[in-house]
């Protein structure tokens, strides 16, 4: 009982600071110069993708056995799939839940064009990695730098052009440690936004830690608790923005945050996975990535299409549900 007290506390805890953190990160975006989109794809993006690639890095830096570093690739897995599937679904459920049905709820036509080139970056690197996993050569490792350099392309891009399609100002809630103050300090948005962050990433860790204690209480085992339930945990920063940021009628930045976490997920912890690992994949983790790509094409495919509404946006998280009932031949 207690491993489930924790749990709701940490939740709670991430939802609040998250609160907080996209508060304090829309400021920050003002301070520094960049666009709406740029706020979303990079600087929430880099913040709520911590805990996954910590824990990646974690793993393979510091792990003993090779069995302790593929958590490090089960992580690097595990978050895109999260990310293609929970956040994307929950994005369309909170505006089914907010009776925004029609395709505007998700942005304008140049918005999902954005959208759109965001998920063309991401898929092309995704294959790679996935496909990666199937093979063995000697200089494979190397090809660990070649995803870092990828993700330091999309960052260039996203900084250069984070002003391309901002369309009016929003105008900023106060910030919540100078409430009072119509222009916040810059020390007082800095504070807000590495404090939040701490706490993001203590609770997530936190998070994890419950589920792993509740999974075998369940009777599920550690493979499927890692597999099926930590992705969610670590990625829960994210669905935690998306609900924020749509509540407040901000949906553009939360599929930002979204795509821009994708990407630092296919890449960076990608990177510390074929530097420290073997990449070697096991069928589990194929079928991750193969539900993984298959959800991206189907949202690809509507966005072309312009026939992405909210409703199909929400579908999105029946691909989870799909890799769960994968999961049952695969490691029963």
């Keep these: 009982m207690i ?25 920050l975006g003002q301070r520094l110069n960049v666009g709406k989109m740029a706020v979303g794809t990079i600087l929430a993006a880099f913040g709520t993708a911590l805990p996954e690639s910590v824990v990646t890095l974690v793993a393979v830096t510091t792990g003993a056995t090779e069995n302790a570093k593929d958590i490090g690739v089960g992580a690097a897995m595990g978050g895109p799939l999260a990310l293609s599937t929970i956040a994307y679904g929950v994005t369309g459920l909170m505006l089914l839940l907010h009776h925004r049905r029609a395709p505007a709820a998700l942005g304008t036509e ?3 064009r954005r959208l759109a080139k965001d998920q063309t970056w991401f898929l092309p690197i995704f294959v790679v990695k996935v496909s990666l996993g199937l093979v063995a050569f000697a200089v494979k490792p190397v090809l660990g730098l070649v995803f870092f350099a990828a993700y330091a392309v999309y960052f260039w891009r996203e ?4 002003h391309d399609d901002d369309g009016g100002d929003d105008e900023l809630e106060p910030l919540k440690f100078q409430p009072k103050a ?7 948005v800095a504070a807000q936004t590495l404090l939040t962050l701490a706490v993001i990433f203590v609770a997530s860790q936190f998070f994890v830690k419950q589920l792993d204690a509740i999974g075998p209480m369940l009777g599920l085992s550690t493979a499927v608790t890692a597999l099926l339930l930590s992705p969610v945990a670590t990625e829960l920063p994210e669905v935690m923005n998306a609900i924020i940021w749509v509540r407040q009628g901000k949906t553009k930045l ?3 945050n979204i795509s821009g976490a994708m990407m630092i997920q296919a890449t960076v912890p990608s990177g510390l996975g074929l530097l420290f690992t073997t990449w070697k994949f096991d069928g589990a983790l194929l079928w991750s990535g193969l539900i993984t790509m298959a959800s991206i094409i189907y949202l690809l495919a509507l966005m072309r299409a ?11 998280g029946l691909f989870y549900v ?9 490691l029963s």
């Excluded at 900084?159 to 984070?162: A, E, K, M, P, V």
């Design 3 to 27: 491993h489930v007290v924790l749990l709701l506390l940490c939740a709670l805890a991430i939802y609040l600071s998250c609160e907080w953190f996209v508060n304090a990160v829309e400021w």
């Design 182 to 188: 119509a222009a916040p300090a810059t020390w007082a």
């Design 110 to 112: 140049k918005d999902m």
């Design 306 to 316: 312009h026939r992405l509404t909210p409703a199909r946006l929400a579908a999105a």
């Design 159 to 162: 900084i250069r052009g984070g």
């Design 254 to 256: 939360a599929l930002a």
């Design 322 to 330: 799909v890799f769960g009932l994968g999961l049952i031949p695969l």
